[in-house]
């Protein structure tokens, strides 16, 4: 499989607790960005990378974020002391930076994470 | 307002109809404009983009684009039940910030037999 993967692709976690998600985008790419999508709305974009430089986040992403692009390959997102605001699908995607037609951004599945 | 708005759905439509799907944006910056499908449970799925004024044809999909208007739009014709869906309308920039999209919340498309 090619394309962008992401794991876990749920997670159920306790109010409080820490957790980190995984994406491993398409290999040539070299852009990765984080967008989070609730129910019913469309995805909300949270950060992205440039190899290994994270270039942009979003007022979204509160202190309790964090991701990670080490060695401009795969990517990790945690979110510490999780709230129940933050029970959502966590969706990655991938894409080349040159911009033009046929570099357009490829999603993963998703992480669907759930806060009880 | 929200910078990419979608036409309020749900929009049902029967086998074989051309299905409309529309969209405006807010921010004059944008300069592309991607439509994806999203199956319930599942990622959004890319169908078409378009930079330029006018319209791509894809199969049974068109996408047309009016920057003066601020207008995007996606046309399915002969729609079948397979298309059922929701579609997501998204802008962006080229450049710098390429591939950092907004989305709209969102049309679910209903193709009954």
């Known amino acids: 499989d090619t394309g962008v ?35 019913g709305q469309g995805p909300e974009f949270l950060t992205y990378f440039q190899n290994e430089a994270q270039l942009e986040k979003s007022r979204l992403l509160s202190d309790r974020f964090s991701a990670e692009r ?19 699908m966590y969706l990655c995607a991938s894409s080349l930076s040159t911009g033009g037609a046929g570099t357009e951004a490829f999603f993963g599945q998703g992480t669907r994470l759930t806060v009880v | 307002q929200k910078e990419v708005e979608q036409n309020s759905g749900p929009l049902s439509v029967p086998e074989g109809a051309i299905a409309s799907l529309n969209c405006t944006y807010s921010d004059r910056g944008s300069q ?14 890319l169908i078409m983009f378009i930079y330029s004024n006018g319209d791509k044809e894809d199969g049974r999909f068109t996408a047309q684009l009016n920057k ?7 046309l399915i014709r002969d729609s079948q039940p397979s298309d059922s869906a929701t579609y997501l309308c998204a802008g962006g920039l080229r450049g710098t910030s390429y591939g950092k999209l907004t989305f709209g919340q969102g049309t679910i498309l209903t193709v009954h037999p």
């Open chain 2, 32 to 45: 592309s404009f991607f439509w994806y499908r999203q199956y319930s449970g599942k990622s959004p799925e």
């Open chain 2, 68 to 74: 003066a208007s601020q207008y995007v739009s996606l």
């Open chain 1, 5 to 39: 993967s992401q794991n876990p692709r749920h997670k159920i976690t306790k109010r409080g607790q820490n957790v980190t998600f995984r994406c491993d985008p398409i290999s040539e790419h070299n852009r990765l960005y984080w967008y989070r999508q609730t129910l």
């Open chain 1, 70 to 88: 080490p060695k401009g390959s795969f990517s990790t997102l945690e979110i510490q002391r999780t709230e129940q605001g933050d029970s959502a």
